[in-house]
Structure formats: structure tokens, C-alpha cells
């Protein structure tokens, strides 16, 4: 193998000579007709147009090979199979036909196939011992190649009629052969082996006359034709690789040689058995030769690197040469874009060349539309450059591509008269006529779209905490930069879609930044300093909210897809959000629907940031509520941190494949764009904090009590499980420490758990306006300790001064007045307000804890009665809702229950006053004496006699319920 | 056991007849009393438990009660079957559980008298535990305990019906199977083909495991202490309230 690679480049100058025999060669009946090329290149562009054509060729002539395989072993079905196979194929290389011409070998099987069938058919006693299988297919395969003569009838006459063309072949082959065989070369034989074998397998004329010709440069120039001979095979596939297996090959094929010649049509049947020894060592062959076709492969990757100095020669070559046109220029730029995207191609060279060429099109003034075209393919092989879609760009070729796309625009932007769209058809390219505008085909827009994921994709793959990353940052201006060149070029050439989607690009690069100069000026009032402001305003440029506003507005108008404006409101509301606009954020988030149909919609994760950040800008105007809630869905999954693609899961990990990591891998968001998530989960716990302590505090007793933030009560249970409780270190820990204090409703204690060092540090300075986000906090603090307190000490209080209270917890007079008087009309606290001595009056009308309980007792015995229904209807079938029917229909409401088994005997008047009450809240006036609801009566003959007995249990209620009211005479 | 070494020392006769437990607001009925009573007594025919309870003792009366299994109950334990059909067939509820043992409590002469001279001695104050109106402590830790076993016992009825449910529905499977396997074997008696092998039906069929019932009568039989309990206590608190009453109108 080695020998053809040192022959590969040793025979460079020779091959220069022979090339033009070589274009001739691939497949018989169209010589000639590959235009002969003026450069040394051609095994590129010979392995283009084989490509193009051969492949198609090589198709049909393995599956004729099959057929004549099939033929020979009279396996009629399989005939039939490929048969088929080969009208397909043949369909599929209908352009290539049209063009070249109906390939002889086709028009010969086709023939023979008929032959063959005819002669099947005639031989009654063959047909006979057919089985079933094949007897079908012949009488099918007959039909079927009827008719599909028919369409080539002329050519089969021609063929049969002149079939010396066909023998002339063979017998130029037996000639080759002997000839072969006579040279006696250790290569040699193999060869003449190699043809053999084809021989003995019908190979079809085309690649016969290939050999035909390898023999013929054999006999100009030995050396050289091998060497070339050894490129073509390479990707033709052809047999006559096995010039590599010298020893054992020549042993093998030398034993068909002796029984190939014998091989004849009809003697086949008695040769089954062998034969099929010796196809089975052929396929082995082949099989053989399949490795090697790969290696070679390989080999000609390797030589085109070894061949640098080929591309060095390359400018000589068209210097020395031609005068250079255009016509030249693209064709050559065709000859190296053909090779893009070829296994064998090497990219940095081919990247190489394209420059090269540009530099040359540049001397020869050949014009901008030249260029552009050239700048448009060498951006191109860039990004080609890396195969994986995984792996990112190399800093120097980030680079280089980042210049090329700005000498790009340069050109664009000096001649306003270049058209460039993917939608201009390379026919209609106008590179050079200078009269007309220039027309080339390319998009600038997908180019920039491209760089801009290769950014990410850079930003994405390098360790976000080395210099590096900072480095790979400082490209983002550039890229900005980019975008905004195209983005002006575009709004002045192109259609409303591409405005929109460069659009994009440019929101998605401004959206998250905080644009701190606005905020400085919005800081500072706008009558101070009014010039130096206008300077500024003039220096920067727009704002990037009015920016963001004119772009989505753009946006929204004009786009038709839904993507773009999904992302561009998403953004959009992003940006309000950074910039504490909560309330354009919430009704920007509120209109456009987008919380009902995200779920079909593309970017989840450009969502959930959007949905997070404003919650954290809920949160810093201080509307804990609203906060909660955008933050509640994100973090109840516990699996923030995927949900903004800002890193993997290590526990997911196992549970998917490769190939979906690398999918979610390709989704995160880099590493600049993140939203801190200790910041966010800070922010979720602070408000449910916020939100859950009063309302634990009011709801202490009650049963069913639900929970606002099952992720808080989380870390609350955590925090009790504790068995010792240091100060506290983690941010979770101040919080669960400082709702504790709220809980006593010691404000202060738990201003200095949220606010202090530890938290500043890792939290609260985060936020831009970091002072005002701490007031506001402190305040809140203030309220709802305020409010806990009144919840959980107001049965300790009979009144109590609105003074003190303010004094307490530092609030101002009116905020604790407004603060109670609310939630006394929300009735969560039990009072009045006595105006002239400010004071809060406290009503004792919560229900005791007996009573409490005695509620909840009540409740569970109503769920267990059922529960045990349920056995008895079970037990009975359907029958047995005697009971719901009779009895537990009153007993739907437990308070009413409550009141029923209380007081069996009483008037029926006596109960509306209860249960329109639910859960028993017991009648506001309830004074020093037995409620007025349940007469003295009542309670004795409920008390004493019980006679209301469903069960045992059941009766041991009305006893207890109502000690707490007959206490009550007492006091 | 040491007790007992001792007193085989000094060679005095002795019967081993049980043992006590102290406990608060009478939640003793636990399947540990159960077990440790069951081999008691299933060791020493004569044997009791002596239940104390600290806290009622405190508040003004002495709480001691001696309870045995009842002879039903020893049968069912000695089986180990705790089944419903095994309950079901001897025939116990929660309320045979347990028989409570008159306890006639004799002081010798010697003790009678010091606690006469120490009645005598103490103040009246120390009494006034008894007359104690405020009683929801109490109370509420009743109830609490008493609706614990509510949940519980409404868990397990739940399990018990789901029990059931399987049960039937695998009843109806079954009997779906044997008819199906009837007519074909109708079929082919018709075609005068032999009949289908029977089949094991319990293989096919496995009953579902039944729950154990044991659990589910000592929890209704602590319900039953415990509403017990809270009956005989309101009840002397109701008389307590109505005495105050009466004392307050005669105030006035």
C-alpha cells in the first residue's frame, strides 16, 4: 500500500501528462465527453463526475453482476428480485442516461436476460424440475422484461445485430488478458486475475473496457497508468484492488482461472456445487477488497494532505496558464465546492485554496460580485470545517471567520448594486456583467445566523470560569457588531422575513443585558447636567429598551412565522423584567397568551427564564405574591437548574442516552447568560416566607390547612430535623432561621437572619438596585410580622394600642392602622378598631381548642362511618345506603353534625343559626351565658341521657363538645 | 426476677401472677400488652395486668384496673390467626377483649393508720385537686390521642375494603373461568372430543393476602377506653360545673 502513496506523489509532473487519458476513461461509450480541465487537479474533479455518474453505474452494474449470478444458478426468483431492483436503478440514473446515453452494458443484459428466459422457457424439462417458486417468477420475469424491451427494442436489435462490438470487447479482453498474463509481472497477474474473476462473473463491458484501457496505459507509461489506474479503483469500487493481495489472491483467482474458462452457461448445473464454493470465496474477496477500497481511501485523504505543496503550486498554475477569467475563476471555485463535503476532502486545505483564489480574483480586478461569491463559499467551508455538529470552532478559525464575514459586509456595503439572496438561482448569478447589478447567490443572513450558533456553541464548550471564557466574551461585541452591520444592511435590501429574523438575532444579543446606562440616567433627575446627558445619550446610541421596543413592535407586525415572535415577546418581556418594568412585563406576558400554549411552543427554556426573571422583578417592586407565583412552577420541580439550561442533572444522567445528552448538552444556555440560582431560590423562599408564615400563624388550628409552598415547608421540616442548631451558614439556612423569629413574630430577629453580611454577599447584591431591593424588604418584614403577631398572640390580648404596636415594629401609624384594618375586613382577625383611643378591641370568637379538636374529630369520624359504609355495602351489595340516605345526609357539613348529635331533642329552629356557619365558627355574640342556640334543655337531655347513640363512639361527642360553653357560665 | 430469686432464697412461697403497666390517659390496649399478657397467661392460667395510670391518679382518684384476656381471645392467639374469617368464626368483638378484674385493695392495719393520721395532717388545699374545674388539658389530649386512632382505624378499614373489592373481583374472574371452561368442554363433548383437563383453580387464582384483623380490634378497643375515659370524665366535670353553679346562685 505504501508504494501508492510515495508513488502518489512522486508521479505528480507525469500525471499532469497522462491526466487527459485519464478523464477518458470510467465507462465505456462516452469518451470524451468530460470536459479536459486545464489544472493538475483532476482527481478531484474525476472523482466528482464519477460520483455523479459512476455511482449511479456502479449501482447498475453490481446489480447486474447479481442477476448474472442468479442466471447462472437458474435461481429465477432472485432474478426476478434484482430485476426489479435494476428498473429502479436505472430509473434513478435516468438524468445521467439521458445525457450519456443508454449504457451498453445495460442494453447487453437486458438482452440477455430475455435470452436466457426465452431459453428457460423452451426447456420444458428444466421447467419441470423448477419448484414452484421460480417457475412463478420465470413466467413473471418473462412478462416483465417483454414489456420492458419493448421501450428499448431499437437498442436491443442494434445490440443483437451488432454484437461484434460486444465480442470485440471480449476478445480485446482475451487479448488483454494473455497479454497480462504473458508480461508476468507479479502486479501483473494479479490483474489479469483480478480481470478473470470479472470474467467469470460476467463483468459488465463497461468496466471491461476499463481494464481495456488500464492495459492500454500500461503500455504508454507502466508506472504512471498504475499508480492512476490504483485512484481510479479507489472509488469505483471495481475489482481490481486485488492487486494489493498479491500472494494469496493470485493463489485464489489463479484456481478460477482454471475453471472460469469452463464456466459456461449450460454445463453450469452440473458445476453447482462448486460454484458455489467458489462464490463463497468470492464474496469473501470481495469483501476483502472492500477493506481495501477503504484504505485507499484513506490513502488519498492521506495524499492530498502530503500534496501541500500541489496547492502551492496551484496560483502558478493559473498564472502560468490561461489569461484568468471569470469563467475560469468560478469554474475553478466549482471544482473545489464540488469536493466540499467529500469524505476524502481535507477542509484546511480546501479553505486554503478558496483564499487563494480570492487573492487572485482580487489581482486580476475580477470584480466585487467574484468575491462576494468566493468570501460567501469560504464562510461556508468554515463552518464545514468541524463534521460534528457537537464540537465548536477553533479559536483561529472563530477568528478568521469573524474577519471574513466583516470583509463581507465591507464589499456589500461599498457596492450597493451586489444583490445576494439564496433564492437567486446559480444559473442566474450575474458575477462580472457589470452593466447589470451583480446577482449572487449566497445569504448573508444564514451566514450570520450560523456564526452566531457557532458562538454559542464556543461559549458553551469553554469552562466559564477561566480567562479564556472571558476572552471568547470579548468576541460578543463583535458579533454584536456583526448583527447590527447586517441588520442595517438588511433593513435597507431585504424582505420583511429576513428584517425579522436578524431582528432576532439582535434582540436575543441585547436582551439580557442590563443596560446600565439608561439605568444611571433614569437615576439621576433630567433638568441636572443637561448637556454632558445629551453627550451621552449621543454617544450610546439608542437606548436598548426603546431598541428592544422598536425591534418587537417590528417584529410583532411583520412576522408571519410563529417562532420568531414568541421568542421576540419572550425576550421582549425578559428585558422589561431586568429593567424592574414589571408592570409592561406582566401585561406583555398577559396578552400574548403565551402561559396557555407554551407547551407547543419551541423555546421552554427561553421561557422559564423569561417566567423567572420576572418573578425576581415581581419581587424587587416588592409584590411577594406575584413573585411566588412566577417562581412557584420552577421550583416546586426541584429541577431548576435543567429547567434554564444552565447544566445537567447529574441524577438524570444515567437514565438517558448519549444521544439525548448530547441534545440537551447543545441546549444550554452559556454560561454569560445565566440567572443565578441561588439568587432564585433566595428570591422563591423570602416570598413564601413572606406569603406562608402569617398564614401558618393564622390557620394554626385548623386541620385542613393547605400549604402555599410545599418547596418552604420543605426546608422548615429540614430545618427542625436538625438535631443541633448552629448559626446559620447557607442562605436556606438564614431563611428557615429568620421565618422561625417571623413565626414569633420578632421582626428584627428575623431582619437580621435576611439582611446581613452573608446574605449581601450572596445574594442581595446581585440585584442592581440593591439598597432599594433591601428597603422594600425590610419593610415587608415589618408588615407580616405585624401580621403573624396579631395572629398568634390576638387571644392573648383583650385590646391592644396601635401605638405600641407601631413601636414594635417600627411602622408608622397609619401603615399598622391600614395593615389591621385590613385584615379585619378579610375577617382573618377577629376585632375592632376603637378609634378615639387607637386601639385594636379583640372579639373572643375563635373557636377554643377543644372545640377545635372536637371539629376535627367530628370530621374524621364523618370520613371513617363512610369508610365503613363502604365494607357494609360490600358486604350487601348495593344495599345498604339505608344510612347515607336516612341519616348522613345531615351529616355532610360537620357542622352541622356537630350541632345534630348535640342536640337530639331540640326544635328544628335551632339550627339555621349553625349551619350557614361552616366549620363551626361559632356566632359572633356569644356572651357570658350558654349560647343562645342551644338551650339549657338541650344540653342536659344531650348530656345526661344520650339517647342519639349511632355507636358507642359517636356518643361520647355531644359530652365533650360543649364543656367549653358551660365553662363558660362559670367565669 | 430478681424479687423472685430472692425470695426462693429465704424459701418463701410465692406465685407469680402477672405484672403492670403504667400508662397515660389509658392508651394501653397495644398489641405489645396483648402479646406479653398472652404469654403470661398463657404460662400461668391466674395471671393479670394491673394498668396504672399516673396522671388521673394525680388529678384526684386512683386509677388502677387489672385486666385478662378473655378465654375466646386466648383461643384466637393460641392460633395465631388473626384472619377475618378466623374472627369471625370465634365470634369476638373489641369488647371481649378484655375482662377488668374487681380490685379490692387491702392495706394492713398498720398502713390504715398512718394514713389516717396523715389525712388528718394534711391541709385542705392539697385535696382540691378533685373539685379542679379546668380541664381542657386533659381533655384535648384525649381527644388528640382519640383521633389518631380515628385516622388509624379509618386507614385500616380502608385496606380492609380494598381487600374485599380484590376478593370479589377475583371471586367473579374465577367463576368467569369455570364457566368458560364448562362450555368448552360442552363443546367438545359435543364433538365428541375428550373434556379439558382440570386445572388447579387456586394456582391460577391467588387469593390476595388478608389483612390482619388483630390490629384493627385493638385499635376500636382503645377507641372504646378512650371514649370511656373522656365519658366518665365529662361526667364528673359536669357534675363539678353544675356544683359551681349551684354554689355561685347561692352566692348571689
Request: hydrophobic share 35%; proline share 4%; with cysteine.
Amino acid at each position: 500500500m505504501s508504494r501508492f502513496f510515495t508513488t502518489g506523489s512522486d508521479s505528480e509532473s507525469e500525471s499532469s501528462l497522462s491526466g487527459e487519458e485519464l478523464v477518458t476513461k470510467p465507462v465505456g461509450g462516452n469518451y470524451g465527453k468530460q470536459p479536459l480541465l486545464l489544472s493538475e487537479d483532476e482527481e478531484d474533479t474525476k472523482r466528482v463526475v464519477r460520483s455523479a455518474k459512476d455511482k449511479r453505474f456502479e449501482e447498475l452494474t453490481n446489480l447486474i453482476r447479481t442477476i448474472r449470478n442468479a442466471m447462472k444458478i437458474r435461481d429465477v426468483t432472485k432474478c426476478l428480485e434484482e430485476f426489479e431492483l435494476l428498473g429502479k436503478a436505472y430509473g434513478k440514473a435516468k438524468s445521467i442516461v439521458d445525457k450519456e446515453g443508454v449504457p451498453r452494458f445495460y442494453i447487453r443484459i437486458l438482452a440477455d436476460l430475455e435470452d436466457y428466459l426465452n431459453e428457460l422457457w423452451e426447456d420444458k424439462e428444466g421447467k419441470k424440475k423448477m419448484n414452484k417458486n421460480n417457475a412463478k417468477a420465470l413466467s413473471t420475469l418473462r412478462q416483465k422484461i417483454r414489456k420492458y424491451n419493448r421501450d428499448f427494442e431499437s437498442h436491443i436489435t442494434s445490440y443483437k445485430q451488432n454484437p461484434e462490438q460486444s465480442a470485440d470487447e471480449d476478445a480485446e479482453k482475451n487479448e488483454e488478458d494473455s497479454e497480462g498474463s504473458s508480461d508476468e509481472d507479479e502486479d501483473e497477474d494479479g490483474v489479469s486475475a483480478a480481470t478473470f474473476l470479472k470474467k467469470k462473473s460476467e463483468a459488465p463491458s463497461g468496466e471491461s473496457r476499463k481494464f481495456l484501457k488500464k492495459m492500454d496505459d500500461e503500455d504508454e507509461d507502466s508506472e504512471d497508468s498504475e499508480d492512476d489506474e490504483d485512484w481510479d479503483t479507489g472509488s469505483t469500487s471495481s475489482d481490481s484492488d486485488s492487486e494489493e493481495e498479491e500472494g494469496k489472491q493470485t493463489a485464489l483467482a489463479s484456481r478460477f482461472l482454471k475453471k472460469a474458462p469452463t464456466t459456461d452457461e449450460d454445463k453450469k448445473a452440473a458445476e453447482k456445487k462448486r460454484e458455489d464454493k467458489a462464490k463463497k470465496k468470492h464474496d469473501r474477496k470481495s469483501k476483502r477488497l472492500d477493506e481495501e477500497e477503504e484504505d485507499n481511501e484513506g490513502g488519498e485523504w492521506e495524499r492530498v494532505r502530503g500534496g501541500v505543496p500541489l496547492v502551492k503550486e496551484k496560483p502558478k498554475m493559473f498564472a502560468k496558464g490561461t489569461e484568468i477569467t471569470h469563467a475560469v475563476v468560478i469554474k475553478k471555485l466549482n471544482e473545489i465546492l464540488q469536493a466540499r463535503g467529500k469524505k476524502g476532502t481535507d477542509r484546511a486545505a480546501q479553505i486554503e485554496l478558496l483564499q487563494l483564489l480570492v487573492q487572485i480574483a482580487a489581482e486580476n480586478n475580477l470584480g466585487e460580485g467574484v468575491i462576494v461569491k468566493i468570501k460567501f463559499n469560504i464562510i461556508a467551508s468554515l463552518y464545514d470545517y468541524n463534521p460534528n455538529l457537537a464540537t465548536y470552532m477553533k479559536p483561529e478559525m472563530w477568528g478568521k471567520c469573524l474577519d471574513c464575514i466583516n470583509e463581507l459586509m465591507d464589499i456589500l456595503f461599498a457596492n450597493p448594486n451586489i444583490f445576494v439572496g439564496e433564492n437567486i438561482l446559480e444559473e442566474s448569478e450575474n458575477l462580472h456583467n457589470a452593466d447589470q447589478p451583480l446577482r449572487v447567490r449566497g445569504c448573508i443572513l444564514t451566514l450570520v445566523e450560523r456564526m452566531d450558533e457557532e458562538f454559542t456553541k464556543i461559549m458553551q464548550n469553554t469552562d466559564p470560569h477561566s480567562q479564556e471564557y472571558v476572552e471568547h466574551l470579548k468576541d460578543e461585541a463583535q458579533v454584536c457588531a456583526i448583527i447590527e452591520r447586517v441588520q442595517r444592511y438588511l433593513e435597507e435590501k431585504g424582505t420583511t422575513e429576513e428584517v425579522c429574523r436578524i431582528y432576532l438575532l439582535r434582540i436575543l444579543h441585547t436582551y439580557y443585558k442590563f443596560d446600565y446606562k439608561a439605568h444611571q440616567r433614569q437615576l439621576t433627575p433630567p433638568e441636572g447636567s443637561s448637556k454632558s446627558e445629551q453627550d451621552q445619550a449621543e454617544n450610546e446610541g439608542e437606548d436598548s429598551a426603546v431598541l428592544m421596543e422598536r425591534l418587537c413592535k417590528y417584529i410583532y407586525a411583520k412576522d408571519r412565522t410563529d417562532r420568531i415572535r414568541t421568542c421576540a415577546i419572550l425576550c421582549h418581556i425578559y428585558h422589561h423584567a431586568l429593567h424592574s418594568r414589571w408592570y409592561q412585563a406582566r401585561d406583555l406576558m398577559l396578552m400574548s397568551h403565551l402561559q396557555d400554549n407554551i407547551q407547543h411552543a419551541d423555546p421552554p427554556i427561553l421561557y422559564n427564564r423569561t417566567m423567572v426573571q420576572l418573578g425576581i422583578c415581581a419581587f424587587r417592586q416588592g409584590l411577594t405574591k406575584d413573585a411566588h407565583n412566577a417562581l412557584l412552577d420552577i421550583q416546586s420541580s426541584g429541577r431548576a437548574k435543567e429547567l434554564l439550561g444552565q447544566g445537567l442533572l447529574l441524577r438524570s444522567l444515567q437514565e438517558r442516552n448519549q444521544e439525548q445528552e448530547k441534545v440537551e448538552r447543545r441546549r444550554q444556555v452559556p454560561f454569560h447568560l445565566h440567572i443565578n440560582l441561588e439568587l432564585l431560590e433566595c428570591v422563591y423562599l423570602v416570598s413564601a416566607m413572606l406569603l406562608e408564615i402569617p398564614y401558618m400563624a393564622a390557620h394554626e388550628s385548623d386541620a385542613r390547612r393547605r400549604m402555599i409552598s410545599k418547596q418552604f415547608h420543605h426546608q422548615l421540616r429540614v430545618g427542625e430535623r436538625q438535631p443541633l442548631l448552629g448559626p446559620p451558614e447557607s442562605m436556606r439556612e438564614h431563611v428557615v432561621a429568620a421565618s422561625k423569629a417571623m413565626k414569633m413574630g420578632d421582626w428584627k430577629t428575623c431582619h437580621s437572619f435576611i439582611i446581613n453580611e452573608k446574605m449581601n454577599g450572596k445574594v442581595w447584591d446581585l440585584f442592581p438596585e440593591a439598597d432599594k431591593v433591601r428597603t422594600m424588604l425590610v419593610r415587608k418584614i415589618q408588615e407580616e410580622s405585624l401580621r403573624t403577631y396579631l395572629f398568634t398572640y390576638s387571644s392573648v390580648y383583650d385590646s391592644i394600642s396601635m401605638e405600641t404596636l407601631s413601636d414594635m415594629f417600627e411602622l408608622d401609624l397609619p401603615t399598622v392602622h391600614s395593615i389591621i384594618s385590613k385584615m379585619i375586613i378579610n375577617e382573618e382577625l377577629m376585632a375592632s378598631l376603637d378609634q378615639p383611643t387607637q386601639t385594636v378591641v379583640m372579639h373572643r370568637t375563635e373557636p377554643t381548642a377543644q372545640q377545635n379538636l372536637a371539629l376535627q374529630l367530628a370530621e374524621k369520624l364523618g370520613s371513617l362511618v363512610e369508610n365503613n359504609e363502604r365494607v357494609f355495602d360490600h358486604k350487601q351489595g348495593t344495599y345498604g345506603g339505608y344510612f347515607r340516605g336516612e341519616c348522613f345526609r345531615l351529616l355532610s357539613s360537620p357542622g352541622f353534625w356537630y350541632l345534630h348529635s348535640l342536640s337530639p331533642g331540640t326544635p328544628s329552629t335551632s339550627f339555621p343559626s349553625l349551619s350557614c356557619r361552616p366549620e363551626g365558627r361559632l356566632p359572633q355574640k356569644r356572651g357570658l351565658h350558654a349560647p343562645r342556640w342551644l338551650p339549657p334543655a338541650a344540653i342536659s337531655n344531650g348530656l345526661l341521657s344520650s339517647p342519639l347513640c349511632l355507636t358507642p363512639r359517636l356518643s361520647n361527642l355531644e359530652v365533650l363538645s360543649h364543656t367549653p360553653g358551660i365553662k363558660s357560665l362559670f367565669k | 426476677m430478681e424479687m423472685m430469686w430472692s425470695l426462693r432464697h429465704v424459701n418463701i412461697d410465692h406465685l407469680h401472677v402477672g405484672w403492670y403497666q403504667s400508662t397515660y390517659y389509658g392508651s394501653f390496649v397495644t398489641r405489645a400488652l396483648l402479646d406479653s399478657q398472652f404469654s403470661y397467661q398463657h404460662a400461668i392460667e391466674e395471671s393479670v395486668v394491673l394498668i396504672y395510670d399516673p396522671i388521673k391518679t394525680a388529678q384526684g382518684s386512683l386509677s388502677l384496673k387489672a385486666y385478662r384476656l378473655t378465654p375466646k381471645l386466648m383461643e384466637v392467639c393460641k392460633e395465631k390467626d388473626f384472619s377475618p374469617e378466623a374472627l369471625k368464626k370465634a365470634n369476638i368483638t373489641f369488647e371481649y377483649m378484655f375482662e377488668e378484674v374487681p380490685i379490692v385493695i387491702k392495706n394492713s392495719h398498720l398502713i390504715n393508720v398512718l394514713m389516717w393520721e396523715l389525712e388528718k395532717k394534711s391541709a385542705v388545699a392539697d385535696k382540691h385537686e378533685l373539685l379542679s374545674l379546668a380541664s381542657s388539658n386533659h381533655l384535648g389530649k384525649n381527644l388528640q390521642l382519640l383521633m389518631d386512632r380515628v385516622d388509624e382505624m379509618s386507614q385500616d378499614i380502608v385496606k380492609y375494603n380494598t381487600y374485599m373489592r380484590n376478593t370479589s373481583k377475583q371471586q367473579q374472574q374465577k367463576h368467569q373461568y369455570q364457566q368458560r371452561r364448562q362450555q368448552e368442554n360442552m363443546q367438545r363433548q359435543s364433538r365428541g372430543e375428550p373434556p379439558l383437563p382440570e386445572e388447579d383453580l387456586s394456582k391460577l387464582f391467588k387469593p390476595p393476602q388478608p389483612p390482619a384483623r388483630m390490629d384493627l380490634l385493638l385499635i376500636a378497643g382503645q377507641i372504646n377506653t378512650y371514649c370511656q375515659n373522656i365519658k366518665e370524665f365529662t361526667a364528673q366535670n359536669l357534675g363539678k360545673l353544675f356544683m359551681a353553679q349551684a354554689l355561685q346562685e347561692y352566692n348571689n
